[in-house]
């Protein structure tokens, strides 16, 4: 029931969003600066709705037993990469406030599905930018911490978690309790969906934060393969 309720209301909200903007286009003329206005809400809409149905199919997916997927030596440098430059460029993101910090000049492979590992970065990237706040300073860090480990990390010095909380950011659909954080939509799946597939893969995923309004910083953690 809380499942089907919360994805509900998810649902609901754009869907009857975008049936008020159109049942208005249909009913009356409307002046064509607001007439565009009311077609960028509905873009935002529709793209809502997409995000949320990608989410959930994702989440019931991880939900269920380990499946067989294709595992090949994945760069995660070079998957990193590619994610900030499309995070930049669908968020419209100015110079230096998306950034990528490589602290490794070896190659740091992991055995995986790449369209999994892909969904961690690109969930972890999200839900930075979205907590940030008015002003977007995200960094994206790869490393390997030992011969056999590598980590993803992705800090943000936006609204922050409460030390209560930090445990429960992983739960499906938790959502960040944090002033600044009120108007933050979303399903409350994507961490979810990191730790599920971090699992998968055999790592593991952990948060950390200061405390409100001091950012916070999530690492996947990884096991380490060569390159061959």
């Not at 309790?177 to 055999?202: C, E, F, M, P």
Request: with cysteine; glycine share 8%; charged share 25%.
């Amino acid at each position: 029931d809380t499942f089907i309720n919360a994805v509900t209301h998810e649902l609901k909200t754009p869907i009857a969003s975008m049936r008020l903007y159109l049942e208005t286009l249909q009913s009356r003329p409307v002046p064509e600066e607001q007439r565009q206005e009311f077609y960028r809400v509905m873009l935002e809409d529709a793209e809502r709705l997409h995000r949320t149905v990608d989410q959930v199919l994702k989440a019931g997916a991880a939900a269920q037993r380990p499946r067989a997927g294709i595992r090949a030596p994945v760069d995660l440098a070079a998957l990193a990469r590619e994610c900030v430059d499309k995070a930049v460029a669908s968020h419209h993101l100015g110079e230096g406030a998306l950034a990528l910090e490589v602290h490794d000049d070896t190659p740091m492979m992991v055995k995986g599905d790449i369209d999994e590992l892909r969904t961690v970065l690109i969930n972890l990237i999200d839900n930075a930018l979205k907590y940030s706040g008015e002003t977007v300073r995200v960094t994206v860090g790869v490393a390997a911490p030992s011969p056999d480990a590598v980590w993803l990390r992705v800090q943000d010095r936006g609204v922050g978690i409460s030390k209560k909380h930090l445990k429960r950011v992983f739960n499906r659909f938790y959502r960040v309790q944090a002033r600044g954080a009120t108007r933050v939509k979303g399903s409350g799946l994507g961490l979810y969906i990191v730790r599920s597939i971090a699992r998968s893969h055999g790592g593991r995923v952990f948060a950390a934060s200061e405390g409100e309004g001091r950012g916070a910083t999530f690492t996947v953690e990884l096991p380490r393969v060569t390159a061959s």
